[in-house]
């Protein structure tokens, strides 16, 4: 990776960190509110990648601010001040009228415990409401489909969303708990697509979309919105 500044139209400095891969598309992710982690095509090289930039300050903006919208961390317990669930962010308090955490519909409450202890309480009960909702989601389009996947288990992935082999079936990212059905129900879809297209040919993709006509749609909300669920680690 590679690191170089780009002054945007407003001749505000940004600190772009790039990678080249094999990957057809230009993906943006703000690392700070300063700067931005690109990954481009090997074949637009350097220049023009440059020559981009510079035609897409607006873009480049836009994605600056998404770096403030995210879940912030409390710094003084180390808690999210809030997590998503089911594709909403829900406030983390403190309340000292419950014993273990509650969702009142708006919040999710835990005890006033230690703050470690609070963080895995969190984060268990995230991981129930995961173990809940996602292998139901997952059977039911294994139903609509009628593909059978060898067993649907929860993972805990720090690079994919989901993962699906022949024998062991297919594994969820328990933290997609937090994103909204129309992604779930992406995700669950193009795992079962894999059953009977182990890659990504056209005739995978033909597939997954004629099963989810939301499937831009979830892609980019995960591009914009997917490192927020690792707000618990």
């Not at 500044?5 to 990957?23: M, N, S, Y």
């Not at 929860?154 to 297919?170: E, M, Y």
């Not at 990504?200 to 490192?227: C, I, N, Y």
């Amino acid at each position: 990776m590679t690191e170089f500044i780009h002054h945007l139209p407003d001749g505000r400095p940004v600190r772009i960190a790039v990678r080249f891969t094999a990957k057809k598309n230009i993906i943006l992710r703000p690392l700070a509110a300063d700067a931005l982690r690109v990954s481009a095509p090997k074949w637009l090289g350097r220049r023009g990648l440059q020559d981009w930039l510079a035609q897409n300050g607006e873009t480049l903006r836009r994605t600056l601010g998404r770096w403030q919208e995210r879940p912030s961390e409390n710094l003084s317990d180390g808690l999210p001040q809030a997590v998503w669930l089911h594709g909403r962010l829900a406030q983390v308090a403190t309340d000292a009228g419950v014993a273990a955490a509650m969702f009142d519909g708006r919040r999710i409450l835990l005890p006033p415990i230690e703050a470690a202890a609070q963080r895995r309480l969190l984060k268990d009960a995230l991981y129930a409401c995961a173990a809940q909702t996602l292998p139901p989601r997952l059977w039911a389009h294994a139903r609509r489909l009628n593909l059978r996947p060898a067993a649907v288990a929860l993972s805990d992935a720090k690079t994919f969303w989901g993962v699906c082999r022949a024998r062991t079936g297919i594994r969820l990212n328990w933290r997609l708990a937090g994103a909204p059905d129309f992604v779930a129900d992406y995700v669950c879809v193009h795992e079962l697509c894999h059953l009977p297209h182990p890659n990504h040919s056209a005739a995978f993709w033909e597939l997954v979309s004629r099963h989810t006509p939301h499937t831009q749609a979830a892609k980019d909300w995960l591009k914009r919105h997917g490192r927020e669920l690792f707000a618990l680690g």
